[in-house]
């Protein structure tokens, strides 16, 4: 529940910071999907009935602590994505640019052109494997990693219409990040 608690309330708080014109209740990002909420509530119902039946196997300290260093890796480099971006960072896809959108290249962005997916990734698989819940956490990592192929692909469509070949050569340089994803396929 801290995680939790944590990764929302610091998504509205680095949005004030960096992005207040975009700061909204939705900043939060609670109600994020009906998808999101039922991943969430799964993973409590399975926490709690194998914990129920079978306390012992929610006693792994290895496990726990392994997912415990994924959620704190995937909080901290999903804010310093957030930082490093500022006001170009918005948890919607931008379908037009804006006057003051800049590619960000720096920072996060030269190890990973999605860092914040790759943040977002790793959290929520480890959250997962800090609860020792081996249904959702099997469950989590196939549905992110769905999403995040897709929505990488989304984007990346944005990111060439908005810088053209700016954008095409930093593809070319640095990876997405996210395992067995490399984005948007270009036909030249």
Known sequence: MCSLSLFHYSEYLVTAVNNPKSLSLDSFLLNHSLEYTVAAVSSWIEFTVENYFWPEMKQITWLSVTGLLMVVFGEC??????????????????????????????????????????????????TQVMLCNPICGVAYALTVWRFFRDRTEEEEISLIHFFGEEYLEYKKKVPTGLPFIKGVKVEL
């Open 77 to 126: 480099l999903r804010k310093a994505a957030m930082f490093t971006a500022g006001s170009n960072f918005n948890h919607v896809v931008q379908n037009e640019k804006s006057e003051t959108h800049t590619l960000v290249t720096s920072g996060v962005y030269a190890w990973f052109r999605h860092p914040s997916y790759v943040g977002w990734f790793y959290w929520s698989i480890g």
